[in-house]
């Protein structure tokens, strides 16, 4: 195990750590815990303005325990994933019922609504100060190169020699400024691809760069392969601008948001004839067809092919269908939304 000191790696972090919006001090948990959930699979930069509009409009536990599911969906629109969103508020109701609040240690957060053992592990160490190992691919990249790991870092064994050498550096100094440390390292400066190691204060403990290895570390882990999918969209636009969505309640994708009319276009298919079939009620104008829309949702490349019906804003076949305006729906929807919007023909 290479002899890192902490110290040295601390004082790069408080130097050149990024200032975001959930690291003000003094640590707020919720603002912590809310963090966590949108950073899953998230890029920090679409998070900050998604986190610091959530909690302006939910300052609280409290307070996005009181709104509706609806109300918490509509504002987390945009970041995807939206079982986070809806995780999140259910675990701030248990939070808000709960007498003594958020739990303060891992073991206990585990078993909250949508917490998992790493996020269980960064709200407890980042909040509250545990010496919790946080594992995430940043973590898992830094730590794989320093001490030269050949085997896979998601491994059981390689998890446990991880966390083994990050807790190590966690006796001498703040187990949370660690792993936030270790994290941060691994997103500006110990990157997949050229790594800037002329700027990292582990260079000279890290085997990896002492033999000349940096790309060898971690070892490539096998890629889902990637799925090519072709949707037809039924955009029913009516008077001012609105537009005709439904709520989806089919399929692992898209369920719970407000999306024109959508379906899969199958080999052999006539894409008009199968927009046509998707309106609620008969239309006596012709669909125009727009410039095909791509929308790319985790391991899926998805051409949308948009069908574009002028309509009179009529009585909604029912609750599951609104009128709205897409650039500012108020129901919880997806970026594709605004993308079949920007494909409407002038």
Known sequence: MRDVNPIDLLSWYRKHARRLPWRRQPRDPYHVVVSEFMLQQTQVDRVVPR???????????????????????????????????RMLHRLAREVAERPGGLPR??????????????????????????????LDGNVMRVGARVLAMESDPRSAEGRRRLRAWVGELMQAEDPGHINEALMELGATVCAPAEPDCGHCPLASDCEANRTGRQAEFPPPRRRRPTEHLRWVAACVVADEGM??????????????????????LEEGSEAEDEAVRLVPFRLASQPRRGEAVRHNITHRNIDVIPFFFAADRCELPGDA????????????????LEKLADALPD
């Open 321 to 336: 269908w609104r009128w709205v305006n897409p650039l500012d729906p108020g129901v919880p929807t997806s970026s594709l």
């Open 243 to 264: 537009w005709l969505v439904r709520e989806i309640d089919e399929g692992p994708i898209l369920r719970g948001l407000w999306l024109p009319p959508l379906a899969d």
């Open 105 to 134: 240690s891992a073991t206990a957060l585990v078993d909250l609504p949508g917490i998992g053992p790493y996020t269980a592990a960064a709200v407890a160490s980042l909040a509250f100060g545990e010496s919790e190992p946080v």
């Open 51 to 85: 986190f610091e509009s959530f909690v302006a409009r939910f300052p609280s536990f409290a307070a996005l325990a009181e709104a509706s599911e609806d109300e918490a969906l509509s504002e987390w629109s945009g970041l995807g994933y939206y079982r986070r969103a």
